[in-house]
């Protein structure tokens, strides 16, 4: 079946500007989960949604940053007035629920932002 | 906090050689463990896992122990292929209060000459 999908797979935008990243999880999968990649800071955590319940928005950098997701399915990754560091690989997962954590995240290919 | 620490990288070996890289947790509670891997222009996958202290994972002729005593889940293979050059991550999984996530190690850059 399909994967994780994420748009666009390349994204250049200049600094200051606003961008908008989004992710189709598997279908099915309630959990679904944005991490970002960057060279100095390696794989880090973001954001954590699981069916109706309130987000964990604990990783997420600063508040230029917010995610949401309509219907319990696509998720959007806005981020404001983007600055430089934001430069990075933004992945998506997704999963079944279990309250062990034991199930696999499945992930995306990811987007690669890019702030001039 | 809760945190990953695996060995720095590069590491470059010969075909047929044996692998090992190390993996040391630091978490409250009982975390499941995971080995990803990112091989070149391809997303995150997972390689195995272990839910429990003692449990093996395997996966490819990979495996790994989830040693609670020492906080560790070093990965190994006996007999590594130029195929299997790519990026090793290290995870661990928290759940708490209703939220769940993983935390990666830094990861470990393999290259496998023939």
Known sequence: GAGVSQSPSNKVTEKGKDVELRCDPISGHTALYWYRQSLGQGLEFLIYFQGNSAPDKSGLPSDRFSAERTGGSVSTLTIQRTQQEDSAVYLCASSLYSWQGSYEQYFGPGTRLTVT | ?114
Not at chain 2, 5 to 18: D, H, I, K, R, Y
């Open chain 2, 1 to 114: 906090g809760d945190s990953v620490t695996q060995m720095e990288g590069p590491v470059t070996l010969s075909e047929e050689a044996f692998l090992t890289i190390n993996c040391t947790y630091t978490a409250t509670g009982y975390p499941s463990l995971f080995w990803y891997v990112q091989y070149p222009g391809e997303g995150l996958q997972l390689l195995l896992k272990a839910t429990k202290a003692d449990d093996k994972g395997s996966n490819k002729g990979f495996e790994a122990t989830y040693r609670k005593e020492t906080t560790s889940f070093h990965l190994e293979k006996g007999s590594v292929q130029v195929s299997d050059s790519a990026v090793y991550f290290c995870a661990l999984s928290l759940t708490q209060g209703g939220s769940e996530k993983l935390v990666f190690g830094k990861g470990t850059k393999l290259t496998v000459n023939p």
